[in-house]
């Protein structure tokens, strides 16, 4: 009976195990508690530590067995839990968890068993903590080599730590099941794979099956973590050791052979969809021991290993409509072994050859081999191992059958046989018609196929060989060439021959001359019958020029070959045809001459040469040659020399040929010469390819390949150019790992290379290298080609000098260029580059990577010279290293040299100075220069940075000038490129040295303050996380104190801005321009120790929001000192500072040049024992007037007993000069005894005077408002000015100006005014206390402002009223520079004015508020002149007597504003009766000379001279009145002079008051401007003074001058006739309203005996004056009166000689007009009828048609006749308007052009000629059902025919042709059913739809798609433009959705898409994405269709997406 063993909750096990034998132990808890439910209480079971090491919690003896359940168990770490030993009967666990100490060491396998099973379900094996548990072994062990199952369901483990092994290991035979398992958070300290599970098994196969490894779990943990060994397969397999995944995972129904589906291998169990087979002999082995019938290829894939099929299998392509390729690799083959009658086959697949097939490549060893739709071959001609003898050999008694099976293009090499098939006898090859052979070579026999046979006349003509006659090209009667005796090659008995024998005879064929070996040196060989057996021969026969030599097979040239004919071509009849040239060998083209050698492989023989192998002096012209063979050749001569000519290859090889000497295979002395697209390959020597000394060379798309034991270059290069030109693009370099010389040495001359890829090179010197002009650049870079170098090197890939004049560049800037793994064991990885003087080298989107140098420079090494430049922009340096300084760049730059650099440096390391770069600019003159521009550094380093080294800078070391460290500064090294750590918030010492130093006589020092580290200038200080460095300030690493960040300051203007509170311990000095402020808002503390101070000692120091406070009771200095230098102190607070000290919160000395300013500013309780209890400061003697500023307040502070100033102290010299009021602010107005110790002062200057001490009060109130008066209480001693010390005289007061500011003079009471000039800079106002002030002008008493140019200080005069009492003429205000204001002052004098009021020289001018009265003036009372603007208002001048009141010149604006000019005197009239002075004058009371005037509200009244007079510049006005300004005449009662004009000015007569001159009431405004223009808003200035009329009167009886006369009205009031014109024009009907000549006639002189008050009248005679007029053409006149107004009407003044010949025969018209009226009027009627006729039959026609909508179209697309007018009758029309001809419509509409037709029987037939590209058509239900091609009925007729339906169900036929669609692109995504969809492709019979199949293109032999653009077929209009351009690798549903998108336009518009249009330019159209009118269209289907024809395929949707939307719509 089984034993149970209860242990209770938390019993524990001690000592030793318990053994159980001849039993059943069932361990079980004291509940049934499950796994993980907390919440019930589970036993829990404990090893002790006392259990003895190394042993047990149970041991499985003898028959024994153990079952746990429903428990936990903790287990010791130096004891197993269980040990099923090999007798016992196994164990078992279920629902338990064993818990392990997390953090411990177990040092046994948990769980081991020996030879018995062990089960386990729902088990957790967990940690009691997060933190892993360490197992040195196991944690299960099945320990023998025995059978031993191994069962596990639910089991979890979870936070393991393996030490060295897996968690389960099985042993040999052991097997494992696992269902559901997890692994979760475990590792392994050592090892990699098998961390979970590892099997050392004898067989993985047997022992693991997927059963025992369920789905669920397979996947989830990665192929490494389950491993395992195979003793079966062996140590040496390379599957013996491998991830279990591979048993575990089932191979499905059909091996899938697809690289991209999963995980490639080749192992024996591959085939699944995770593990997919990666060749085609894995795939078959897979198959084989998984016991299947079918290997399925999903992508192309290779044959690796040789297959012996030994199972009847089928091998095929997954999809019947593709065809896979299949690769042969290595040494492989294809062994079929077979037992009769089994067959294996091979299905649609193409063998392609890369490796050295066995023997024979298909072996039919037994069994039988059947080939369907199989290709052996490629379209291009490939060469087979020469070890091949054959493609498939059929052995005696076994078959070979094949079915639509083709060899192709294959060249055999074996030297006896080389067939496709040989046929053993006994052997049966059955082929079909359907199968091919094409393009095959050989040097034996029977290149298709070699049979042997007992009798061949019999067997050839059996059945089963019906394939060679369908195969043969000739027909019957035609002549045998050698290749075609050679197609088929039959043995009998021991006797070879031609198998053609049996079936063809021979005829003659006369077109070319052949050369075979087979022929004969006759002399008439040459014909295709009798072929010349050698080359040699055959050159030599030529007859004529042109003819073309066939080399039929291999020949060689033995000698020198030269001819007279103009044109030789030679040609191989395939394109493997071997031209051998002997060493005697050679062709010499000479000058004139063309050859064109064609299909040719031109080998060489090794030896000595005489000459070149073609020397060329004509032209050379090639096509499919090759040159030399797969063994290497040398020659000692040129294999091609130009001597002038050209020589073109292209297309070609030139293969293992090396010249001795340094020798070329191609020589230039002149000429050209093309390589395009050549293959140079090397399979030992190789040497110089091109030397060329002039000329010209392009070398485009070639590949040099090196290759092959001992190749190398040697000293050669591979291009050397001396002069001329060399243009190198597209070339590949392979050289795989092989040592190279250079590939381009440049020594003069010039060279241009793009597109360059050099691989796998390993360069003993540079690969480009040498002086001259280089350019290495893309510019037709295509977007999936960069240029890069990548090469390992001895030197650098580029090693350059650029010469003075020339130039290096490197990239274009467009397409990127890179250089990868560039190695030099010298200065330089990549590039090594030397800049001479005017020399220049730019890098350009260059990158480097992976680049090392053994010297300096990592990337690059360049020295640029004085005079050269070097600029380095977009380039990065990424993982590139030096042993020497700049791990990416090395830079020197000497003297005026000059370097740019702008990129990124990531990754880069260097073992000396300069992790990234090194620029060496020790040797820099002063007119060198070297820019950092937008500079990036990441993650670069100095391996031995470290202390102590002395090599520094991670990313920038610069060696600076001796001596001139300075001169690397932020300005020179532009942009912000040090990037910073991006975790770190400080930085420690050493992390600061490590980024950028920089070196001067050899002392590296860090240069990390120069860049923006620093947070915009400011050092910032953080008492909490700072750090005191002598670079401390960063964000990253603040400052501790300020001490320290005031010593960093090593730039002007840096700032130490405080982000914490601080202490000051020690005395902080201020040397350098710099500050202290907060980082952020707000104000900070600093707390100061005893004795500390902040000491100015130079420069200026600013402190701003902060606060002082200090931590003693009482200092003995000052809070802030000055030594020297300046201080400023803004928002800050000095808080209870007590000190023994003057001035407790600021002291010291200023001197010249040097200022205190305190603003803004508080000083609370601040107490000295000294003078100035917050302030005491010492003024030098030479020290500006302001350099001191105190804006501050003062709260409780005190000053020592007997000491001064309780809040300031100053002492200075001239306190006068030193102290100015508005640099002081916060102090008492009023002085009193509270008040007057509050600031004091010493005055050395004034020692032993009244004013030596005084307080400061004294200085500072009277400035702000200088009070001046007169009589004993005013006194003019020093400082008066105050309410105490008043001023007695104005002319002092002027003298105390003092700083800048605004100034005030009081005149308190009358007061003489002397000369007075003011020249301080201030804003001065000079007012009364009272408008009784009076201020009497002296002589020469005069008010100067006399001010800087371009200041704009104030000068007010106010209040103020001037008495002029003398007569002195200069004027009584001189304002020069300043803005002068004038306002409610009064000027008086009691006689005449000898001086103007004011004389105004610049700046401006405001006058206000004044009056005149009664005065005379002699001169003009105010001049103005050049000022900036002037405006008087409110100015009353009455009674006053005055020529000129007001002068204004070159103003730039004025402004007269409610100002009245009344009453005035004014000077004699008029004289009576003069004409000139009726009509003009020149005078003006207001005068303006070239200003902008602006009068507003003005009034004249009574000034008959003239009121305004205007020269130049302009005039407008505003709501002015003019009146009584009549200068009485007898000819007129009112003459009014208001306004003159000349000198071009402009007048604006805006409004004019009610009552002026020139309103409605009083029309007579005159303004005198004949040479002004005149503008106004009112109709009345436009006419003037008068409306005039012009009238023809009468004809004269000479009919030459008809209309010579016409009548003059002049009409309106106060006429006054001046200045009218009559305009003259030639007026001519055949030029409409052209002004072709003009006259005027001036009327001004018109009888004063014709005027009238109102009228003047008379009659002008132009008899005389019109005789000078042309008398071919008509004359009219027009008047032109006023201001430039003009009559409306035109008078025929003249007669055209046509218009009176037409006046005599008026007669004779008076008849024949009724008879023309009558005729007209039936012509209308005849027509009318034809009109009618004609609109009934159109209605007829057109009665069933549709009318399309027509788009519009751009006029580019219009016919001229479009654009002409149709208004004839415009021409006639008479008009003096020149209008401009309208110019052409950019859009017009399409109605404009008839539309397009409906498709016609010439269009039918076009679309049945697009029909021949089809031949069948495919179901659109799913079936893939195939029938003939229906052309009668197809969607375009159904939707645009004559026979349309409207009832087709639009929705059915889109979800067809959607299925169609898709069911082909899932067959065959590039299907040309995809490509060529068009309504023209879609057919419909009845409710179905079609699809039509494309023919191929050689059936259809049609000439290939026409580009976009060109003349195409209709279908075109629905190709995409991918598929019309011939885009390689388009996607066929990619271009089907496009189509489909214009298809589903069509159903909803019912129309083509640009129907209108050629198909040509619809599909430019189309293909740009344009689409006609979507207008009814939903907007789901128009976001589809606009989506389906996006012109980038990638773009476009699905054919599911597609569907998904209709389906929605």
């Known amino acids: ?271 699944s969809d995770r593990f997919v087979c990666s060749t085609l002999d894995s795939g078959y082995r897979s198959a084989e021991a998984n016991e299947m019938d079918q290997v399925e290829l999903f992508s192309d894939t290779s044959l690796a290993k040789t297959m012996t099929l030994a199972i009847p299998i089928q091998m095929r392509s997954s999809s019947e409509s593709v065809v896979r390729k299949v690769t042969q690799e290595g040494q492989s083959g294809i062994i079929v072994s077979l037992e009769a009658p089994e067959r294996a086959s091979l299905f649609h697949m193409i063998f392609t050859f890369s490796g050295t097939p066995i023997d024979n ?70 082929a079909d018609r359907g199968s091919i052979f094409s393009g095959l070579t050989s040097v034996g026999k029977g290149v298709h196929v070699y049979l042997v046979s007992s009798d061949l006349s019999t067997q050839t003509k059996e059945t089963p060989y019906t394939l060679f006659k369908s195969t043969l090209p000739l027909q019957t009667g035609t002549i045998f060439t050698r290749a075609q005796r050679n197609m088929f090659f039959g043995e009998m008995e021991g006797v070879t021959g031609s198998l053609l024998s049996y079936w063809y005879p021979h005829t003659a064929n006369e077109d070319t001359l052949s050369v075979t070996t087979e022929g004969d040196d006759h002399v008439v060989c040459g014909i295709p019958e009798l072929p010349c057996a050698s080359f040699d021969h055959g050159f030599r026969s030529l007859k004529k020029s042109g003819t073309k030599i066939i080399v039929s097979s291999s020949s060689s040239v033995k000698s020198a070959l030269t001819t007279e004919f103009e044109t030789v071509v030679i040609e191989g009849d395939v394109s493997t045809r071997i031209l051998t040239f002997t060493n005697a060998g050679s062709m010499r083209v000479n000058e004139g001459q063309i050859y064109t050698l064609r299909s040719l492989c031109m080998e060489i023989e090794d030896g000595t040469r005489t000459e070149a192998v073609i020397a060329v002096a004509g032209s050379v012209v090639t096509n499919g040659i090759s040159f030399g063979k797969t063994t290497p050749v040398t020659i000692n001569t040129p294999l091609v020399e130009v001597t002038s000519g050209s020589f073109s290859l292209s297309t070609t090889t030139i293969k293992n040929i090396a010249t001795l000497n340094s020798k070329s295979l191609f020589v230039m002395s002149s000429g050209t010469l093309g390589l395009t697209q050549v293959g140079f390959t090397w399979a030992g020597l190789a040497q110089r390819i091109l030397s060329q000394s002039a000329g010209s060379s392009v070398v485009s798309g070639c590949t040099f390949t090196i290759g092959g034991e001992g190749s190398t270059l040697a000293s050669s290069n591979l291009l050397e150019v001396s002069g001329g030109t060399l243009q190198l693009s597209d070339l590949t370099l392979d050289c795989t790992q092989k040592q190279i010389s250079s590939l381009v040495t440049l020594n003069g001359g010039q060279a241009t290379l793009s597109k360059l890829l050099i691989t796998n090179s390993i360069l003993t010197s540079s690969l480009v290298a040498g002086s001259g002009a280089l350019s290495i650049t893309e510019s037709t870079f295509s977007s999936q080609v960069d240029s890069s170098f990548t090469s390992n090197s001895a030197s650098s890939t580029l090693s350059f000098t650029v010469p003075s004049g020339k130039s290096l560049t490197v990239g274009d800037g467009v397409k990127p260029f890179s250089f990868q793994n560039c190695k030099s064991s010298s200065d330089g990885g990549a590039i090594v580059l030397e800049v001479e003087n005017e020399g220049s080298s730019t890098l350009n989107l260059v990158t480097f990577t992976s680049c090392e140098s053994g010297g300096a420079g990592g990337g690059m090494k360049a020295t640029v010279k004085t005079g050269g430049e070097l600029t380095i922009t977009q380039t990065s340096f990424t993982g590139c290293s030096s042993i020497g300084e700049g791990g990416a760049l090395n830079v020197i730059v000497v003297g005026t040299g000059k370097v740019s650099i702008d990129g990124t440096f990531k990754k880069c390391e260097s073992k000396s100075n300069a992790g990234a770069v090194l620029l060496d600019a020790s040797s820099l003159g002063s007119s060198g220069s070297f820019v950092l521009n937008s500079i990036v550094f990441g993650t670069n380093s100095n391996e031995m940075n470290k202390a102590g080294t002395g090599f520094k800078g991670h990313n920038l070391f610069i060696k600076t000038p001796a001596g001139d460290h300075a001169s690397i500064t932020a300005s020179s090294l532009t942009g912000s490129y040090l990037t910073l750590p991006a975790n770190s918030n400080t930085f420690t010492q050493f992390e600061t040295e490590q980024y950028t130093f920089c070196e001067t006589n050899g002392a590296p020092t860090s240069i990390l303050y120069l860049f923006n580290a620093y947070e915009g200038g400011k050092l910032i200080v953080d008492e909490t996380n700072g750090m005191d460095h002598e670079l401390c300030g960063h964000p990253r690493l603040p400052c501790s104190s300020l001490t320290q960040s005031l010593g960093n300051l090593k730039g002007q203007d840096m700032i130490a801005s405080l982000d914490t509170d601080i202490t000051l311990t020690t005395s902080a000095s201020s040397t350098k321009q710099s500050a202290v402020e907060p980082r952020s808002n707000g104000r900070k503390t600093i707390t100061m120790t005893e004795n500390v101070t902040i000491n100015i000692v130079s420069s200026t120091l600013t402190l701003s929001s902060l606060k002082f406070v200090v931590s003693a009771a009482l200092f003995s200095k000052s809070a802030v000192s000055i030594t020297g230098g300046s201080l400023i ?121 009244q004013f030596e001490s005084l307080p400061l009060l004294f200085y500072l109130i009277p400035f702000f408002n200088i009070t001046i008066t007169t009589g004993g209480s005013g006194s003019d001693a020093d400082g008066c000015g105050s309410s105490r010390l008043l001023c007695q005289s104005f002319s002092l007061a002027h003298t105390h100006l003092k700083g800048e500011g605004s100034h005030t003079f009081i005149i308190a009471s009358s007061n003489d005014l002397d000369e007075i000039e003011i020249f ?690």
């Open 1129 to 1249: 102190v803004d928002d800050c607070v000095f808080d209870s500072i007590s000190s023994s000290h003057s001035g407790a919160a600021i002291s010291g000395t200023i001197q010249n040049g040097q200022s205190l300013t305190v603003t803004s500013s508080s000083f609370l309780t601040c107490v000295s024992k000294g003078d100035g209890g917050a302030i005491s400061v010492e003024c030098g003697d030479q020290v500006e007037a302001d350099s001191l500023t105190i804006k501050a307040t003062f709260t409780d502070c005190l000053c020592g007993g007997e000491s001064k100033g309780s809040d300031v102290y100053v002492v200075g010299h001239d306190l006068a000069r030193v102290i100015r009021k508005e640099n002081w602010e916060g102090y008492p107005p009023e002085w009193n005894d509270t008040t007057e110790n509050v600031v004091w002062g010493e005055d050395k200057q004034k020692i032993g005077t």
């Open 1320 to 2009: 301080q800079p201030n804003d001065i106002t000079v007012r009364s206390e009272s408008n009784t002030a009076l201020l009497t002008g002296q002589k020469d008493g005069a008010l100067h402002f006399n001010f800087d140019v371009g200041t704009s200080f104030n000068a007010r005069v106010v209040d103020l009223v001037f008495k002029i009492d003398s007569e002195d003429v200069a004027p009584l205000i001189v304002s020069k520079n300043a803005l002068l204001s004038i306002s409610t002052c009064q000027f008086n004098k009691e006689d005449s004015f000898a001086r103007s009021i004011v004389e105004l020289v610049s700046g401006t001018f405001s006058l206000s508020s004044t009056s005149f009265s009664g005065a005379t003036f002699d001169v003009p009372a105010f001049l103005l002149s050049t000022f900036t603007s002037a405006e008087i208002k409110s100015l009353s001048v009455t009674s006053c007597t005055v020529s000129e009141f007001i002068v204004a010149k070159s103003g730039e604006k004025l402004t007269l504003e409610n100002t009245n000019f009344t009453s005035f005197s004014s000077s004699p009239q008029p004289e009576q009766n003069s004409d000139d002075s009726i009509c003009s004058w020149t005078t003006g009371l207001l005068k303006f000379e070239n200003t902008a005037t602006t009068l507003k509200n003005c009034s004249f009244n009574g000034w008959t001279q003239g009121s305004v007079n205007q020269i130049g510049g302009s005039l407008t006005l505003g709501e002015v009145s003019f009146t009584n300004g009549n200068a009485s005449s007898e000819f007129s009662s009112s003459i009014n002079r208001n306004v003159h004009c000349e000198a071009n000015g402009k007048v604006d007569v805006v409004s004019l008051q009610a009552g002026s001159d020139g309103t409605d009431t009083q029309p007579s405004a005159w303004i005198d401007a004949k040479k002004c223009e005149i503008t106004s808003t009112t109709k009345i200035h436009k006419s003037s003074l008068f409306v005039p009329t012009l009238d023809s009167t009468k004809s004269s009886s000479d009919h030459h001058y008809k209309y010579n006369t016409a009548k003059i009205a002049l009409y309106g009031t106060l006429v006054l006739p001046c200045d009218l014109v009559l305009e003259v024009f030639e007026w001519d009907n055949k030029t409409t309203n052209a002004e072709l000549n003009s006259t005027t006639l001036n009327l001004s002189s018109i009888p004063t005996t014709n005027w009238t008050e109102d009228l003047i009248n008379f009659t002008l005679n132009f008899t005389e004056k019109l005789k000078v007029l042309d008398s071919k053409y008509e004359w009219r006149g027009r008047l032109v009166y006023g201001m430039g107004a003009k009559t409306e009407n035109w008078v025929k003044i003249k007669a055209s000689a046509a218009e009176i010949r037409k006046s005599q025969s008026s007669e004779t018209m008076k008849w024949l007009l009724p008879l023309i009226i009558g005729l007209s009027l039936l012509f209308l009627l005849l027509f009318f009828i034809i009109l009618i006729i004609c609109l009934r039959r159109r209605k007829k026609n057109k009665e069933d048609e549709k009318p399309e909508a027509l788009p519009m179209l751009s006029a580019a697309e219009m016919p001229e006749e479009m654009f002409q007018s149709d208004n004839d009758a415009d021409k006639d029309k008479p008009s003096l308007d020149f209008d401009e001809n309208d110019n052409k419509p950019a859009v017009i509409p399409a109605a404009a052009i008839p539309p397009k037709e409906e498709p016609d029987a010439e269009e039918e037939e076009k679309e049945i000629d697009d029909l021949e590209d089809f031949e069948e058509a495919m179901a659109c239900d799913g079936t893939g059902q195939l029938k003939p091609v229906n052309k009668n009925k197809t969607l375009y007729k159904v939707l645009h025919g004559p026979k349309k339906s409207d009832d087709t169900d639009i929705n059915d036929l889109q979800n067809q042709l959607l299925t169609g669609l898709t069911y082909v692109a899932g067959s065959d995504p590039n299907s040309k059913i995809l490509t060529m969809l068009s309504p023209h492709s879609v057919l419909l019979e009845g409710n179905k739809v079609f699809l039509a199949i494309p023919k191929e293109e050689e059936k259809r032999g049609k000439a290939p798609r026409k580009k976009r653009g060109e003349d195409g077929h209709e279908a075109q209009r629905w190709e995409a433009p991918e598929i019309t351009d011939h885009v390689p690798d388009s996607s066929g549903e990619k271009a089907a959705v496009f189509s489909l998108g214009l298809i589903l336009l069509e159903f909803q518009t019912g129309q083509v898409p640009f129907g209108h249009m050629d198909a040509a330019v619809a599909t430019r159209q189309l293909g740009a994405g344009i689409l006609p009118d979507m207008d009814g269209v939903s907007e789901e289907l128009t976001e589809i269709i606009q989506q389906c024809v996006l012109s980038n395929p990638d773009e476009r949707p699905t054919l599911a997406d597609v569907q998904e939307v209709l389906k929605a719509e």
């Open 1 to 271: 009976m089984p034993q149970t063993i209860q242990y209770l909750y938390n019993e524990t096990f001690t000592e030793k195990a318990i053994v159980v034998e001849d039993q059943t132990v069932t361990v079980r808890g004291s509940t049934s508690a499950r796994l993980n439910e907390s919440k019930l209480s589970r036993t829990k079971i404990t090893i002790d530590s006392k259990i003895t090491a190394g042993s047990s919690l149970i041991e499985v003896g003898l028959n024994g067995s153990v079952h746990f359940t429903n428990l936990d168990l903790v287990p010791n770490t130096k004891a197993s839990l269980l040990h099923i030993s090999s007798v016992s009967r196994g164990a078992s666990m279920e629902n338990v968890g064993i818990m392990l100490t997390s953090g411990q060491t177990y040092q046994y396998s948990l769980i081991k068993t020996e030879n018995q099973p062990i089960t386990i379900e729902n088990t957790l094996i967990n940690t009691t903590a997060a933190t892993l548990a360490i197992l040195l072994e196991p944690f299960l062990t099945v320990a023998t080599n025995a059978d031993t199952p191994v069962a596990m369901k639910n089991v979890t483990f979870e936070n393991l730590n393996m030490k060295t092994e897996s968690i389960l290991q099985i042993q040999s035979a052991g097997s494992i099941t696992l269902d559901k398992v997890k692994f979760i958070n475990s590792t392994r300290t050592t090892g990699e794979d098998g961390l979970y599970v590892r099997i050392n098994a004898d067989n993985l196969r047997r022992q693991i099956k997927p059963a025992f490894w369920p789905d669920s779990f397979v996947g989830t943990q990665a192929q490494k973590d389950f491993f395992g060994t195979d003793e079966f397969l062996g140590k040496e397999h390379e599957w013996y050791d491998a991830s279990l995944m591979y048993y575990l995972v089932p191979p499905i129904l059909k091996i899938k052979l697809d690289k991209n589906g999963g995980e490639a291998s080749t192992h024996p169990n591959c085939g």
């Open 361 to 430: 490549f298909i072996s039919v060893e037994s069994g039988s081999l059947y080939l369907f739709k199989t290709t052996f071959g490629t379209a291009t001609q490939q060469t087979l191992a020469s070890s091949l003898h054959t493609l498939a050999r059929v052995k005696t008694g076994s078959t070979l059958s094949l079915e639509e099976t083709t060899f192709q293009n294959l060249a055999f090499s074996h030297e006896s046989l080389g067939s496709a098939i040989f046929v053993e006898n006994g052997g049966i090859l059955s």
